[in-house]
């Protein structure tokens, strides 16, 4: 049984795109779609041994000064933009106040209502005790989930790092920090993870999400809808130990450029993905044409990005094709509201700048 269980798992990764969703409402949910299997040295998912200590104590209201991870080239130091946000203020559900206002809103970045059984709800994100905090809700009656989502005012292009310090969900829902171009054609993951160690609704165990955290991209063509991202191994990092739903971890992702990416955890990189065919080899990204291999005018993630912050009901989860497993939270597990809230204690942006 535990073949044919850990079978089904690796099916589910090869076929299915589980990133955070950036449907808009015309076309099926992308991780619901199938996506072509990459080229299997697409990135790389080694920690290249970064000794930087990163500070750890919730309570800091100096977010700023904890070091960048990343090792500039000589002549280049971090500027801090003034976007980031500590949530060191109170914005209580449903009038959020000035201080919320200034860098987000309640919503998507569209219309979209979400994926699956989610439908996000602009009265539940709030603030308080330095955390932002993303609620997910049985919707009375019905069978969705109201769930919370919020989307910078300020978007965000390459060069760029940024980081956030979160703690996620004893949930199969999905918890997301994440960057998407105002047309849902690039996106990048540098946080994704469904914390729960069991499903009620599979009745079964969910250990293997529970150790893993999804870092990973997207290149879409909207119309007709074709998404895909990388699907090796190093796309779901773990060091076999560490549930993430535990304890507070810093995700963080360097945005160098159109076609490099890295991507770090607690401070330490944890997988790099570069070069034309790691980022883009099916020419999504072509300013002419898209998709058309024939006509290399890749531009790469190239695009401005927003900021999302959510949890999700994927529709590969809650809807799951013949033969796949269930994984919903049924009524008992949203009843307990502290298995599912996504807690936020900083979200930072920097940006390298000349030191002369």
Known sequence: MKIIKIGILLLILGLIATACSSDSPAPEDPVSQPTDNPDPDAGDDGDDGNDDDMDQDSNTNDFRNIPVPVQLE??????????????????PAGNLGPDFDANWYPRYHNSWLGPGRTEWDPNLPYVTNGMLHIPARKKPGTDKINIGIVTGRTRVQFPVYIETRAKIMNSVLSNAAW????DDTQEIDFLEAYGASFSESANDDHSWFALRAHISHHVFIREPFTDWQPTDTGSWYTDNETLWREEFHTYGVYWRDPWHLEYYIDGQLVRTVSGMNSIDPVFHTNSVNPGDSSNDTRTGLS?????????????WRSDPQPGFPLHTPTDNELANQDDNTFLVDWIRIFKPVSSQ
């Open 179 to 182: 960057l998407l171009s105002p």
């Open 74 to 91: 000589s002549g280049m130091e971090w500027e801090f933009q003034d976007f980031s946000d500590d949530f060191e203020y109170e914005a």
């Open 303 to 315: 695009k401005e990005m927003d900021i999302i912050i959510d949890a999700e009901d994927h529709t």
